[in-house]
């Protein structure tokens, strides 16, 4: 089965750094999404990367899919304390099947 | 109401209690999901319904017995269950099961005693 391996686990930076969480996984990734979680609340889809190179942003949300490497990186551009939360890698496997990361818990201090 | 909605959204039971979780989707969707999320775990897939039939079940205990009378509403109905079991279980739903963006509900944050 496939896995998703997302580093760093956690992450505290401060209002206005720049900051980067990847998404490794064991199986060529044929689609990776990534979903946002506030704290035992329910995922907000981001975004959706179906090809290799692909590049989409989202206000300051930048994520890229490296089919070669199998991995996607989540970039955030001068984080604000609103983009706290965990932050979670799925990929498509059949029938709609998800696998996620284990995630990745950002705090933003003042 | 819109989006997915979950109710309750807290539930504490002792191991010999009987509950049922509820979800709704208000987005027209056919697929619906559950999922259960434990501390330190990959979110992982309970089972998943498609125009009201089950299509997955992944290798869930029969303690947990889900339920989907309609394409806008699934349950999970809880029964003899154990401490293991507290997690936060996510509802989520989309347009047909091969769909690749889901849409969740907030979770409902199972206690068992």
């Known amino acids: 089965s496939q896995e998703l391996e997302q580093s760093p686990q956690s992450l505290i930076v401060q209002e206005g750094k720049n900051l980067t969480i990847n998404c490794t996984s064991s199986?060529?990734?044929?689609?990776l999404y990534w979903y946002k979680q506030k704290y035992g609340e329910g995922l907000i889809f981001l975004m959706m990367l179906q090809k290799g190179g692909e590049e989409k942003s989202h206000e300051k949300i930048t994520a890229k899919l490296d089919e070669k490497k199998q991995q996607s990186s989540l970039h955030i551009t001068a984080s604000q304390p609103s983009h706290a939360g965990i932050y979670l890698c799925?990929?498509?496997?059949?029938?709609?099947?998800?696998?996620f990361g284990t995630g990745t818990r950002l705090q933003v201090t003042l | 109401e819109t989006g997915v909605t979950q109710t309750p959204r807290h539930l504490v039971m002792g191991m010999t209690n009987k509950k049922s979780l509820k979800c709704e989707q208000h987005?027209?969707?056919?697929?619906m999901y559950w999922y259960k999320q434990s501390a330190k775990k990959p979110l992982e897939l309970m089972f998943v319904y498609s125009l009201e039939e089950r299509v997955e079940n992944n290798s869930v205990p029969s303690r947990f017995s889900p339920e989907c009378p309609n394409s806008s509403h699934l349950f999970l109905h809880l029964h003899t269950l154990q401490p293991e079991d507290s997690a936060l279980y996510l509802c989520?739903?989309?347009?047909?099961?091969?769909?690749?963006?889901?849409?969740f509900g907030p979770g409902t944050r199972l206690t068992v005693l």
């Open positions: 199986k060529t990734l044929y689609g």
């Open positions: 799925g990929a498509a496997g059949t029938a709609s099947k998800l696998t």
């Open positions: 989520a739903s989309s347009q047909g099961p091969l769909a690749v963006e889901q849409f």
């Open positions: 987005l027209g969707h056919n697929a």
